[in-house]
Structure formats: C-alpha cells, structure tokens
C-alpha cells in the first residue's frame, strides 16, 4: 500500500521535480503541492485511511483535532468526523472581528492531535503548541502528512511531543527511485539537497 500511495500520488501531480522557490525563499529541486489532494477523492481517501492507522499505531490517546490554517483545516475536519473527535484550527492570525480568537472550537481541557499538511523546520508546529497552551487546550502529538526532514524533527522533539508523519521525504525519493518513475540523477540532485545545509 505504501509504494502504491507514493505513485499515486506522484501521478496526480502532488509530488513534483524541477525548479521551485519555497516560502522561506530558498531553491528547492522539489515540491510537494498537498493543497491539491482533497481534489481527487480516491487519493485523498487512501490517505486518510493510512492516517488513522499510523495515528492507531502510535497508540496516541488524543480527544480532538486541530488543524493549522489553513492548509491543515481541510484534513482535521475529515479527520475528526472519522474518528468522532472535535474539531478545531489554530488560525494563522487574530481575526479583528468577532470574538477575536486565534483557536476556534470548543477544545479547552482536552488533549488534541495537531495536524497539518507538511512540515519544514517546524516552526509552525511550535507555534501552534504555544497558541494551544495558552488556550489551556493539551497537545497529545503532532501528524502531518510530509516530513521534508529539514530540521523539524529536532525542533518538535524540544517540546517531548511525538511528530507522526506519514512520509519522510527521503522515503519518497526512494520507493520513487525503486519504482522507477525518477532516474538516479534525480534521485542524487534530491537526496544531494537533503544532505546539504540548513
């Protein structure tokens, strides 16, 4: 199923090589576009089933869900209803309207699992974590569905809360590689740019 969800994902674009500007502004010879998944359902629902079991398997006992605005909303919603958990997102600023809040739901006093798309060097998880703190709302475990490894891990691992990616990015290159879809150039440029400096 791994080698299976990879391809099928290489297939309908979400992973992709060439030439790409990252939000931090750096080059990157790679680009995982997760906004696109929830676009073909088969995909996304394979997804989600690997999801719940790797979340299962990690024996984390969590009562909510919580996504990261915006692209993690999407993924804590279906996650949520699946699991019959409440949902809830970290907002990626204070709204000037309203009450005001940068976490909506109804999550205080619960233990929630944070989820996101991807994770780079995982500031935005810390964040989140700090956001949900003073909210009085506990963080069980981060899961994402990308870990790119570029530094995340270390990051994550400060705060003695489990990160549950369900890919790494290496892993990815690799089955891709075994599979034959990318040739070994591609294969060293990628893995070439994982190993260099942060």
Partial sequence: MYGELILNLYRVGIIRF??????????????????????????YS??????????????????????????????AAVLGYLTKKPVGYV?????????????EGSLRGLKVLVVDDVVTTGSTLVRAYNILSEEGVGVAAFSVILDREEGAESVVGRLRVPLIPLFRASQIFTT???????DESTYELVVNYLRGPR
């Fill in 18 to 43: 060439g030439d790409f500007i990252l939000a931090s502004g750096k080059r990157s010879p790679y680009y995982f576009d997760f906004r696109i998944l929830p676009s073909y359902p088969e995909v």
């Fill in 176 to 182: 891709l590689k075994e599979l034959k879809v990318i």
């Fill in 91 to 103: 907002r990626a600023e204070r709204k000037d309207h309203g009450t005001g809040r940068l976490v």
């Fill in 46 to 75: 394979d997804v989600v089933k690997f999801w719940i079991r790797e979340v299962q398997e990690s024996k984390t006992y969590f009562e909510g869900v919580v996504g990261i605005a915006s692209a993690g909303i999407v993924h």
